[in-house]
């Protein structure tokens, strides 16, 4: 065990499934030489070599292209694109091609592909440093859509994924990746240290994808979250001294119904966060399968909170954030209701 | 032998602890490049794609059939323009350093690019720069306080807070709005263009993007349909051999010039010293003048170097060598027109040294009347409701609740 941020657990993610199998590549914008933009891939072309850490031209269709045709071909491409909000110029390649390709052959052709991309506010980004897009590719069939919330998760979520014969969007909150954030950006910010899932194995391990984990029980109202936001809703139950229940998604496709639903059973009360724009965000399915499986157990509608739905603007970040007050003035109305 | 392929990977020309070598860099010798007529037939002309249009010699002469013959008068409004660039970006640059804004990119070193192209097009000209082209703003006349504002978000700000800082807009002086993803607005160019020649109006399009951005998929739909259509568009590629940490080689500068890549969709290409203030100019007014009398669109390449970071995000140390900017052949466009003044006896020391201090002032100025619009900690904000503005033209009824739901949290 040892103590990794974000960054650290992530690189050690690749530099373990690089040392097992040779067939993992990287690829990306900045990724060999310099080790990344956010240094997620440093000093692992120095170790795995140039055939193995390729930095890529400056073109995300062809990235995820190339990715495509290089899984076909029997590797195992982790393609990183820079920012979550540079992806769409590789939506068709992923929309179209990498998430239908099994299907259409009927099994016969796939690619393994795992996009690596960092998404979210927190760091002053604006409106193109800043996206969540989950929901963007969670409506694509054929996608697995992972988001970890801690260094441990990530590690172990990005070994399945790269493990995976299904192509992942592995979406990393850069505001997590040197500590975690509970919200109140004035606060000093925390480093992964104080928190048990800083720690981290050196070696080998996975965490399955399609699990959800509760991140801390209670028994008065469940908050169905993932990402920045499990440490948001933390911090602001804490505040509201609300027994909370906190479910971290962690995969959004496929989605563990069950872990969620049957905290929502027992607590009879849940709000959806998330980051991302509301209006046909995630949220929306969270809350469609939850009011289905624990309709008889809910004592209260729920409630959704969620990134307005305008872009992120860069002098408003905090403001667009759906932060502590948003959650504490949702998980108020939901335990008031009766 | 049994064949066998082989992976090539493109080498920087030099890493940290290395020694820069530019030999890479195919230079022509000033005034040795033909200047063509302007209705010449793109496959007649694509040799200048490969050698480099250069007016400024050795010596601070301007030879050759490219020199613009520009008055002296022209030439000093144009070394102003471009040192009120760069000590516009230093700065902002120690403005970010000492957190009054939250980001911020110089054009330091390819101040020429934008400044003398600009010169060489006309205001009614439609502009769609990239975010080192902070130069046609300041040569379009902007005033620096509006400029400063945008790199501040505060009350003042064109963009109402909703950009990172320099990416602008000004709809009067004709400059459109820039992006913060990389080559979309080459092609956006292109059909602004050719709107121009649908309604038959004497305009010209003129868009940059940097080297590494001529990789996305954007780039060749600008050439392609600049090209079937005869748009009357110019399309510049700033080559300053970085993209962050990624050398040219990684955008096919191997391989070909990047003006090269005009050649193949029939777009003249022409490869220019981007840090030769003449030559540049000259180039441009060459391409503008084609696009004016029909004949189509251009691709120009300007050969320049980014003489500081990608942006305040960056540390250049991890990738290139430190005395890169220093070994670069190409020198400093600032230095060079003002050495070509000097030694048209237009230009002094003394002069430069007092306009450098008469533009430092005017930042001063600017800055402090900036601030007292707002900064990120102190002063007046914009209200946090405006930002449910503008997402459509009429605001729906979705988001008028969500801004009375801001409004009523925030009391
Ligand atoms: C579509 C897209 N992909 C990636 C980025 C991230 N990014 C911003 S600037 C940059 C490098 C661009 O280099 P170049 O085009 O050569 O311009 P320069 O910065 O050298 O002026 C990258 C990769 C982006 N802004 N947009």
């Given at each position: 065990m040892a103590i990794m941020n974000m960054l650290q657990a992530l690189n050690s993610a690749l530099d373990t499934m690089m040392a097992r199998d040779p067939a993992v590549v990287l690829m990306g914008e900045d990724v060999g030489y310099f080790g990344g933009v956010f240094r997620v891939t440093e000093g692992l072309q120095r170790k795995y070599g140039e055939h193995r850490v390729l930095d890529s031209p400056i073109a995300e269709g062809g990235i995820v292209a190339t990715a495509i045709g290089m899984g076909v071909h029997g590797l195992r491409p982790v393609a990183e694109i820079q920012f979550a909000d540079y992806i769409y110029p590789a939506y068709d390649q992923i929309v179209s091609e990498l998430a239908r390709l099994r299907y259409r052959s009927a099994g016969e052709f796939y690619a393994p592909v795992t996009i690596r991309t960092p998404c979210g506010g927190g760091i002053r980004g604006g409106q193109t440093h800043s996206q969540s897009p989950e929901a963007v590719f969670a409506h694509v069939c054929g996608l697995k859509v992972v988001m970890p919330s801690n260094p441990y998760d990530a590690k172990g979520l990005l070994i399945s994924a790269i493990e995976d014969d299904d192509p992942v969007v592995f979406l990393e909150p850069?505001?997590?990746?040197n500590g975690p954030f509970y919200g109140e950006p004035d606060q000093p910010a925390q480093p992964w240290n104080n928190h048990p899932k800083g720690e981290v194995p050196d070696g080998y391990y996975k965490v399955p994808i399609g699990y959800a984990e509760v991140a801390q029980e209670g028994s008065q109202v469940t908050i169905v979250t993932y990402g920045t936001m499990v440490h948001v809703a933390q911090a602001a139950a804490r505040t509201a001294g609300i027994e909370a229940e906190i479910?971290?998604?962690?995969?959004?496709?496929?989605?563990?119904i069950h872990t969620i639903a049957s905290s929502v059973r027992k607590t009879g009360r849940c709000i959806v966060v998330h980051e991302a724009t509301g209006f046909g965000g995630f949220g929306g399915e969270l809350v469609a399968q939850i009011q289905q499986d624990c309709f008889w157990h809910l004592e209260a509608p729920i409630l959704r909170v969620a990134g307005w739905d305008t872009p992120y603007p860069h002098a408003f970040e905090w403001e667009y954030f759906p932060g502590p007050a948003r959650i504490i003035a949702a998980l108020k109305s939901v335990m008031e209701a009766s | 032998m049994t064949p066998k392929s082989r992976l090539h990977v493109p080498k920087a020309h030099a890493r940290p602890g290395e020694t820069p070598d530019f030999s890479y860099v195919q230079i022509s010798p000033a005034g040795a490049v033909a200047r063509p007529d302007i209705n010449a037939p793109a496959a007649d002309i694509a040799d200048l794609a490969n050698s480099m249009v250069r007016v400024l010699d050795e010596d601070h002469r301007a030879v050759g059939?490219?020199?613009?013959?520009?008055?002296a008068g022209e030439l000093q409004i144009g070394l102003r323009h471009m040192l009120l660039t760069r000590l516009y970006d230093n700065r902002m640059q120690r403005m970010q350093r000492q957190g009054k804004i939250s980001f911020y990119m110089r054009a330091y070193g390819e101040e020429a690019v934008s400044v003398a192209q600009c010169m060489a097009l006309r205001p009614s000209d439609m502009l769609f720069p990239a975010y080192r082209n902070q130069g046609l703003q300041i040569t379009r006349g902007r005033p620096l306080v509006v400029l400063m504002c945008q790199v501040l978000s505060n009350t003042r700000d064109m963009c109402k807070g909703r950009?990172?800082?320099?990416?602008y807009h000004w709809k009067e002086g004709n400059l459109f709005s820039q992006s913060g993803n990389l080559a979309t607005q080459f092609p956006q160019a292109v059909g602004w263009a050719m709107a121009a020649a649908i309604k038959g109006e004497d305009r010209l399009a003129a868009s940059w993007l940097g080297e590494g951005s001529t990789a996305e998929a954007d780039f060749h739909y600008a050439l392609l349909f600049a090209a079937v259509y005869q748009a009357p568009v110019i399309l510049n590629v700033t080559n300053n051999q970085w993209a962050i940490s990624t050398f040219q080689g990684f955008a096919g500068g191997e391989q070909r010039?990047?003006?090269?890549?005009g050649n193949g969709y029939g777009v003249p290409g022409i490869r220019v010293d981007g840090n030769d203030f003449l030559a540049t100019y000259a180039v441009t007014t060459w391409a503008a003048e084609r696009a004016r009398n029909g004949f189509g669109p251009t691709l120009i390449e300007l050969v320049t170097y980014r003489g500081g970071a990608h942006s305040t995000s960056d540390d250049p140390s991890r990738y290139r060598p430190k005395d890169d900017y220093e070994r670069w052949p190409l020198g400093d466009p600032i230095e060079r027109l003002k050495q070509h003044l000097i030694r048209l006896g237009e230009w002094t020391e003394e002069r430069h040294a007092q306009l450098a201090e008469e533009l430092e002032a005017h930042v001063t100025d600017s800055w402090k009347e900036a601030i007292t619009y707002g900064t990120m900690t102190d002063g007046p904000r914009l209200e946090s409701g405006t930002m449910f503005e503008d997402v459509f033209k009429d605001m729906p009824e979705h988001l008028k609740i969500q801004q009375a739901q801001l409004r009523a949290l925030r009391g």
């Open positions: 850069k505001r997590l990746y479910v971290d998604v962690r995969s959004i496709v496929p989605l563990d | 059939p490219w020199h613009p013959h520009l008055d950009q990172l800082p320099v990416l010039s990047f003006a090269a890549r």
